[in-house]
């Protein structure tokens, strides 16, 4: 799967957007881009992913660039609740047992 | 909402017990998944398992770990010999489509101290 690069902390005003950047330079063709968050040491959670197109859901958007190299997740009103490490990956589809390959991720501070 | 659920919450052993942690994932999931987080690290693969067989595992994922899904519903990681680097947060996961790009859910997870 292809590497990934983020920055390993930003901060957010509460009621802010924040936008979490990703690079991803060699991503293959198949490969999707997926966007977790583990808040404080619970169990990593899943937020929004895609392959070419921008994806909206109730919690984030994924905007992925047109050569697919690089991508931001937003949120659109950071709450305090969102202070979390927040983790990009990549990963191929269409292979049964195939895992995430967590990297460090971003850690996001909301703050007041 | 449906969740994976994780038992026990924080279990203490003595090195060189055997351990076992159990998850139920989520009904209607097909895919199962153990990870880990030792202290202040990064989340780590263990193994995937579907269809009753491993179909994936990591190099951490030694002769001393085993998985089993004994009664279809819940899925085990069992530790035979337990170490002191043993000591991690051990996540659960499950997920249900077969085109292999949904996503995973994870449990709050088990946290494993050895002494």
């Known amino acids: 799967d292809a590497k990934t690069t983020q920055p390993p902390s930003m901060d957010c005003a509460e009621g802010r957007a924040a936008n979490l950047p990703c690079n991803h330079s060699?991503?293959?063709?198949?490969?999707?881009v997926y966007w977790y968050r583990q808040i404080h040491s619970q169990g990593p959670q899943y937020i929004i992913h895609?392959?070419?197109n921008n994806e909206t859901n109730e919690m984030a958007s994924l905007i992925i660039t047109e050569d697919r190299k690089s991508s931001t997740l937003i949120l659109p009103h950071a709450t305090l609740r969102d202070t979390a490490v927040y983790y990009c990956i990549v990963r191929v589809g269409g292979n049964a047992g195939n895992m995430l390959t967590f990297g460090g991720g971003t850690r996001l501070m909301v703050k007041p | 909402e449906p969740e994976v659920t994780q038992t026990p919450s924080h279990q203490v052993t003595q090195m060189g017990q055997e351990v076992i942690l159990r998850c139920v994932p989520i009904s209607n999931h097909l895919y199962f998944y153990w990870y880990r987080q030792i202290l202040g690290q990064k989340v780590e693969f263990l193994v995937s398992?579907?269809?009753?067989?491993?179909?994936?595992k990591s190099e951490i994922f030694d002769d001393q770990f085993s998985v089993e899904r004994p009664d279809g519903s819940n899925f085990t990681l069992k530790i035979r010999s337990t170490k002191l680097e043993d000591s991690a947060m051990y996540f659960c996961?499950?997920?249900?489509?077969?085109?292999?790009?949904?996503?995973?859910?994870f449990g709050e997870g088990s946290r494993l101290t050895v002494l």
């Open positions: 996961a499950s997920r249900w489509d077969r085109t292999n790009t949904g996503e995973l859910f």
């Open positions: 060699t991503i293959s063709g198949n490969e999707y």
């Open positions: 895609g392959l070419k």
């Open positions: 398992f579907y269809n009753n067989e491993i179909s994936e």
